[in-house]
């Protein structure tokens, strides 16, 4: 199982919310870790934050809280996680390195350390890769040490180097841009880094969670009430993905927004009539996901309750 993690800023208007504060946005807000299912989009975990969180504010006990949890729901297999940037540090490695997770940790390439590691990086190194018709992508692998005698430590740093090909653009960005990340994953070098870009998906469940399950708001005054409505939109938003999931809506594996969910499958207009003591719901007997609204109804009633 491939789990994302990130932190996302909710914007409230007024200073009275318990919490609120300014963060590194410069966005009056809150600031909550949220874990998701690269696959499906559902939730697995998350927690409310006061605005002004460092994006690494408690991540090493989220992160233990959440292969605590979904160890708890019977995942047995082997269990990767992402993230970007803002999380990146030696601590969180070794949590994550103790709980036998996997990981893909992007990385600042302004720090001394990994910029002296990607200069060292030899040039027939580079292995060319698909990109955008206006630019060039290249990947790159090298050791990275961090410590010193007992306590040095070596990991696979995987370099994307990117360039704009556009003859005018090119003027003003001749340089190449880095991007980069540690991990412990297997593979080649141009698969992990193509799994690592894949973390972008955390972003897609993030605004269903707040366009489609009511996050956008942030209504209460008080940070506990808060934290309840976060939980309560988490759970709103893993309806829907289950339904999506279960219900077998889905199209190619690609993941259903909430606003699509909600249009064709939950705001269908409808009659209530009484067929000789019967009540009977009626739709419309032309609408376009009539099929595939019947199938997924189907699907859902054929679900067994789980075991007590």
């Known amino acids: 199982m491939t789990i994302d993690i990130d932190s996302t800023i909710c914007q409230v208007e007024g200073d009275a919310k318990h919490?609120?504060?300014?963060?590194?946005?410069?966005?009056?807000?809150?600031?909550?870790?949220?874990?998701?299912?690269?696959?499906?989009?559902?939730?697995?975990?998350?927690?409310?934050?006061?605005?002004?969180?460092?994006?690494?504010?408690?991540?090493?006990?989220?992160?233990?809280?959440?292969?605590?949890?979904?160890r708890r729901a019977g995942a047995t297999g082997q269990l990767t996680v992402r993230v970007d940037s803002g999380f990146w540090s030696n601590d969180t490695i070794a949590t994550l390195t103790r709980l036998k997770v996997r990981y893909t940790m992007a990385v600042r390439t302004n720090t001394k350390g990994i910029a002296a590691a990607i200069t060292g990086i030899a040039e027939q190194d580079w292995v060319e890769i698909d990109y955008t018709p206006d630019g060039r992508a290249q990947?790159?692998?090298?050791?990275?040490?961090?410590?010193?005698?007992?306590?040095?430590?070596?990991?696979?740093?995987?370099?994307?180097?990117?360039?704009?090909?556009?003859?005018?653009?090119?003027?003003?960005?001749?340089?190449?841009?880095?991007?980069?990340?540690?991990?412990?994953?297997?593979?080649s070098t141009v698969e992990v880094d193509q799994f690592h870009r894949r973390h972008a998906v955390v972003e897609l469940?993030?605004?269903?969670?707040?366009?489609?399950?009511?996050?956008?708001?942030?209504?209460?005054?008080?940070?506990?009430?808060?934290?309840?409505?976060?939980?309560?939109?988490?759970?709103?938003?893993?309806?829907?993905?289950?339904?999506?999931?279960?219900?077998?809506?889905?199209?190619?594996?690609?993941?259903?927004?909430?606003?699509t969910i909600?249009?064709?499958?939950?705001?269908?207009?409808?009659?209530?009539?009484?067929?000789?003591?019967?009540?009977t719901l009626r739709l419309p007997t032309r609408w376009p996901w009539k099929t595939q609204f019947t199938k997924a109804l189907d699907a859902l009633r054929l679900l067994r309750p789980a075991p007590a």
């Open 19 to 70: 919490g609120a504060a300014f963060g590194y946005t410069k966005v009056l807000g809150y600031h909550p870790l949220l874990a998701t299912r690269a696959d499906t989009g559902e939730i697995l975990h998350a927690r409310m934050r006061k605005g002004s969180a460092n994006t690494q504010r408690g991540a090493r006990r989220f992160i233990e809280e959440l292969i605590a949890r979904v």
């Open 139 to 187: 990947v790159a692998e090298i050791a990275y040490t961090t410590g010193k005698g007992d306590n040095a430590v070596t990991r696979r740093l995987i370099v994307r180097r990117t360039r704009l090909t556009d003859t005018k653009q090119l003027k003003l960005w001749p340089d190449w841009r880095h991007h980069a990340f540690l991990t412990d994953c297997p593979g």
């Open 205 to 259: 469940a993030i605004r269903d969670l707040k366009d489609g399950a009511g996050l956008e708001h942030v209504p209460s005054g008080n940070f506990h009430a808060n934290s309840a409505w976060l939980q309560c939109a988490v759970l709103a938003h893993n309806l829907i993905r289950w339904t999506t999931v279960l219900g077998n809506i889905r199209v190619d594996n690609q993941l259903v927004v909430a606003r």
């Open 262 to 279: 909600r249009t064709r499958h939950l705001s269908i207009p409808g009659r209530l009539v009484n067929c000789a003591g019967t009540p």
